[in-house]
């Protein structure tokens, strides 16, 4: 009886490792397939703000960490910096909404040279389906107004939602959702006109430092 159980137990030890290595062996060769899809879903995103013919460098390359909680709704953010012909042509930053109807809501926000808004992409949400889910491109094509925005256009006073006597559009049930996401990107706004020349400047001297 030992026996048959010594038996059984050293083929399932074996079953069990073959299981494991295969799983190790598939996890390998996988992984740098993940790590590339996410890549190329990415760009996907920073290209549909940034169009690819605006700049010559590669926007993953050489991305910054930034560290501006109150003005990007977050402990750490990442900018990623398009350049043109050696000069500045775009920067696209991650921020967090924090003040969402159900939670943060996480953006994507691209602008020119000049503080234009180039466009914002929500990326993450949890808003109400059918209300404030509307702030999705697939939902509504209310995040495509940011596109050509800035400081001044409208005038800063006038970027809150139009119940709130500002120029940017509601949704009919849901205003804490859009009040949000406006503050959000006017944020981020802000922070560029404030911190442009210094963030370009740190990702001419982190290129440079790469072979």
Not at 112 to 131: Q, S
Not at 159 to 176: E, H, N, S
Request: aromatic residues 8%; neutral net charge; without cysteine.
């Amino acid at each position: 009886m030992s026996r048959n159980v010594l038996v059984s137990a050293l083929i399932l030890g074996v079953f069990g490792f073959i299981g494991a290595t295969l799983v190790a062996v598939t996890e390998f060769g996988t992984h740098e397939r993940i790590l590339e899809n996410e890549r190329q879903a990415l760009l996907r995103q920073l290209y549909e703000i940034v169009p690819q013919e605006r700049i010559d460098n590669d926007l993953l390359a050489y991305p910054l960490t930034v560290s501006a909680r109150e003005e990007l709704g977050q402990e750490n953010s990442l900018v990623y910096v398009g350049e043109k012909a050696n000069q500045l042509s775009a920067m696209v930053f991650e921020a967090t909404v924090p003040d969402g109807y159900s939670g943060p809501i996480r953006i994507l926000v691209g602008v020119d040279r000049n503080g234009v808004l180039l466009g914002t992409r929500v990326i993450a949400h949890k808003e109400t389906p059918g209300l404030g889910d509307k702030i999705e491109k697939e939902k509504s094509d209310w995040i495509l107004g940011f596109t050509g925005k800035s400081l001044t256009d409208p005038k800063l006073d006038r970027w809150k939602v139009k119940k709130d006597g500002g120029d940017f559009d509601q949704f009919t049930g849901a205003t804490v959702t859009p009040r949000a996401v406006v503050k959000g990107v006017r944020r981020v706004l802000l922070y560029f006109d404030q911190q442009q020349d210094a963030l370009y400047k740190e990702y001419l001297e982190k290129a440079k430092s790469k072979p």
